[in-house]
C-alpha cells in the first residue's frame, strides 16, 4: 500500500480527515484515511454534486459507524455485557418494591427482614442446581489463568441472578402483599425457588456454551453427523468461537470414548 | 432467505447492480445524501451483500490520482436485490444505466 499523503487536499479537508480519523478504531484508520482521501480529491476534481459540506457529514458518520460497529463487535456475546445487562436488571426488579415500600428507609427496612429468608432460600437452591447439573466440559490443558476468569464469571452471575430471581418473585406477588401476609410468603417463596432454579439452570447451560478463553458466547452451532441416536456414528454438533480460540464439540449421546463436551483449542481446530 | 433491507440501502444496491461502484456515483445517481450512502455501503459490505476492492496504484497514477474503493455487489446481493424490488415498487423507477 502506497503511504498516504494528504498534501495536495484543501487545508478544510485535512482538518476533516484530522478529527474524523479520532473517531474510527485503529485498525481501520489506515483504510479510512486511504478511503477518504481518495473521495476528497474526487471531489475536488468534479463540481457536478453536493458540496464539501455535504461530503463531510458522510465522513463523519461513516467514521460514527465504524467506532459503533467496533463497539458491537466487541461486546457482542461478551462476559461483561452479560454481567452489565444483569447488573441493570437488578434496580428494575427492586423498583416495584421500592415503590411499595414508598421511601428509603421502609426500604432499607424490606430488605433486613428479608435478608434471613433470601439466605435461606437461596443456599440450598444454588447447591442444588449446582450439584444437579449435569453438563461438563473438558477443560483439560486450559491455562490456570482462564480458570479462574471462568470461575470469577460464574460467581459474579450467581451472584447477580439470586438477588434478581427474589426480587422478581416479590414484584410478581407484591399486589398480595398487604391482604394475604402467610400465604403469599409461601407463595412468594415456592415462587423464588422456581425461578431461580431456571434461571441458575440457564447460567450454567450459557457458562457450559462459551469459550474458555474469552469468554465470549460460542457461534455458528453446525451439526456433525446425520440426526441419529445410533452408538456407532459420530453425531453431535460443534460451535465456534468467534476469536478463534477453539471449537466446543457437543456428542449428542454419551459413550465410552465421549462422555462429556470437548473444548479443542485453537490450534487443534 | 435474503435479508430485510431499508429502502436507501436497496436504492444502493439497485445502483451497485448497474455498474455505479463508488460511492460518489451512487450519491449522484440516487439523490441520496453521503451521510446515508457511506454507512450503507459499510453494513451491505458488513451483511456481504456488497464486496470492495482497491483500485490498483498503478492504474491510479496513470489517471493522476490516489487510488479508489470500488463496490461490487455479491450473489446474495443481488438476490437482496430482486426480494427488495418485489417489497418496494418504487425501485423499479428505472435509474439510468452506467455507460461504460
Same mark, same amino acid.
Given at each position: 500500500?502506497?503511504?498516504?499523503?494528504?498534501?495536495?487536499?484543501?487545508?478544510?479537508?485535512?482538518?476533516?480527515?484530522?478529527?474524523?480519523?479520532?473517531?474510527?478504531?485503529?485498525?481501520?484508520?489506515?483504510?479510512?484515511?486511504?478511503?477518504?482521501?481518495?473521495?476528497?480529491?474526487?471531489?475536488?476534481?468534479?463540481?457536478?454534486?453536493?458540496?464539501?459540506?455535504?461530503?463531510?457529514?458522510?465522513?463523519?458518520?461513516?467514521?460514527?459507524?465504524?467506532?459503533?460497529?467496533?463497539?458491537?463487535?466487541?461486546?457482542?456475546?461478551?462476559?461483561?455485557?452479560?454481567?452489565?445487562?444483569?447488573?441493570?436488571?437488578?434496580?428494575?426488579?427492586?423498583?416495584?418494591?421500592?415503590?411499595?415500600?414508598?421511601?428509603?428507609?421502609?426500604?432499607?427496612?424490606?430488605?433486613?427482614?428479608?435478608?434471613?429468608?433470601?439466605?435461606?432460600?437461596?443456599?440450598?437452591?444454588?447447591?442444588?442446581?449446582?450439584?444437579?447439573?449435569?453438563?461438563?466440559?473438558?477443560?483439560?490443558?486450559?491455562?490456570?489463568?482462564?480458570?479462574?476468569?471462568?470461575?470469577?464469571?460464574?460467581?459474579?452471575?450467581?451472584?447477580?441472578?439470586?438477588?434478581?430471581?427474589?426480587?422478581?418473585?416479590?414484584?410478581?406477588?407484591?399486589?398480595?402483599?398487604?391482604?394475604?401476609?402467610?400465604?403469599?410468603?409461601?407463595?412468594?417463596?415456592?415462587?423464588?425457588?422456581?425461578?431461580?432454579?431456571?434461571?441458575?439452570?440457564?447460567?450454567?447451560?450459557?457458562?457450559?456454551?462459551?469459550?474458555?478463553?474469552?469468554?465470549?458466547?460460542?457461534?455458528?452451532?453446525?451439526? $456433525?453427523?446425520?440426526?441419529?441416536?445410533?452408538?456407532?456414528?459420530?453425531?453431535?454438533?460443534?460451535?465456534?468461537?468467534?476469536?478463534?480460540?477453539?471449537?466446543?464439540?457437543?456428542?449428542?449421546?454419551?459413550?465410552?470414548?465421549?462422555?462429556?463436551?470437548?473444548?479443542?483449542?485453537?490450534?487443534?481446530? | 432467505?435474503?435479508?430485510?433491507?431499508?429502502?436507501?440501502?436497496?436504492?444502493?444496491?439497485?445502483?451497485?447492480?448497474?455498474?455505479?461502484?463508488?460511492?460518489?456515483?451512487?450519491?449522484? $445517481?440516487?439523490?441520496?445524501?453521503?451521510?446515508?450512502?457511506?454507512?450503507?455501503?459499510?453494513?451491505?459490505?458488513?451483511?456481504?451483500? $456488497?464486496?470492495?476492492?482497491?483500485?490498483?496504484?498503478?492504474?491510479?497514477?496513470?489517471?493522476?490520482?490516489?487510488?479508489?474503493?470500488?463496490?461490487?455487489?455479491?450473489?446474495?446481493?443481488?438476490?437482496?436485490?430482486?426480494?427488495?424490488?418485489?417489497?418496494?415498487?418504487?425501485?423499479?423507477?428505472?435509474?439510468?444505466?452506467?455507460?461504460?
Amino acid at each position: 500500500m502506497k503511504p498516504l499523503s494528504c498534501s495536495t487536499l484543501p487545508p478544510a479537508d485535512r482538518t476533516l480527515l484530522r478529527y474524523g480519523q479520532r473517531l474510527v478504531p485503529g485498525s481501520n484508520r489506515e483504510e479510512w484515511l486511504r478511503h477518504w482521501h481518495a473521495e476528497l480529491c474526487h471531489l475536488r476534481s468534479r463540481a457536478s454534486i453536493g458540496g464539501r459540506q455535504n461530503l463531510a457529514l458522510g465522513l463523519l458518520l461513516d467514521a460514527v459507524w465504524l467506532r459503533k460497529e467496533s463497539w458491537r463487535r466487541n461486546l457482542s456475546g461478551s462476559a461483561s455485557l452479560c454481567l452489565t445487562l444483569l447488573a441493570s436488571l437488578l434496580p428494575m426488579a427492586a423498583l416495584p418494591v421500592f415503590m411499595l415500600a414508598g421511601n428509603l428507609k421502609a426500604f432499607a427496612a424490606f430488605i433486613e427482614s428479608s435478608a434471613p429468608s433470601f439466605v435461606c432460600g437461596s443456599l440450598p437452591i444454588v447447591i442444588a442446581s449446582l450439584f444437579t447439573s449435569q453438563i461438563s466440559v473438558e477443560r483439560r490443558g486450559l491455562p490456570v489463568r482462564s480458570r479462574i476468569k471462568a470461575c470469577i464469571f460464574h460467581v459474579c452471575k450467581i451472584a447477580l441472578l439470586v438477588p434478581l430471581t427474589f426480587l422478581l418473585s416479590f414484584d410478581l406477588l407484591a399486589p398480595l402483599h398487604p391482604f394475604t401476609s402467610f400465604p403469599a410468603f409461601l407463595l412468594q417463596s415456592s415462587l423464588f425457588a422456581v425461578l431461580a432454579l431456571i434461571a441458575l439452570r440457564w447460567a450454567i447451560l450459557d457458562c457450559s456454551l462459551r469459550c474458555k478463553h474469552c469468554l465470549r458466547s460460542l457461534a455458528e452451532p453446525v451439526r $456433525v453427523g446425520r440426526p441419529s441416536r445410533n452408538f456407532l456414528e459420530w453425531n453431535g454438533f460443534e460451535l465456534l468461537c468467534t476469536e478463534g480460540h477453539g471449537m466446543l464439540s457437543i456428542p449428542e449421546i454419551e459413550s465410552s470414548s465421549c462422555s462429556a463436551s470437548r473444548w479443542f483449542p485453537g490450534n487443534r481446530v | 432467505m435474503s435479508p430485510r433491507l431499508s429502502h436507501s440501502a436497496a436504492l444502493i444496491l439497485k445502483a451497485l447492480s448497474l455498474g455505479y461502484c463508488f460511492g460518489f456515483e451512487i450519491m449522484e $445517481v440516487t439523490g441520496l445524501p453521503s451521510g446515508t450512502v457511506y454507512p450503507s455501503l459499510r453494513r451491505l459490505e458488513r451483511d456481504k451483500l $456488497v464486496d470492495s476492492h482497491w483500485e490498483s496504484d498503478a492504474d491510479a497514477e496513470a489517471r493522476g490520482r490516489p487510488s479508489r474503493r470500488y463496490h461490487i455487489i455479491t450473489v446474495a446481493g443481488k438476490a437482496a436485490n430482486l426480494a427488495a424490488a418485489d417489497r418496494y415498487p418504487l425501485l423499479s423507477r428505472p435509474l439510468p444505466e452506467k455507460s461504460a
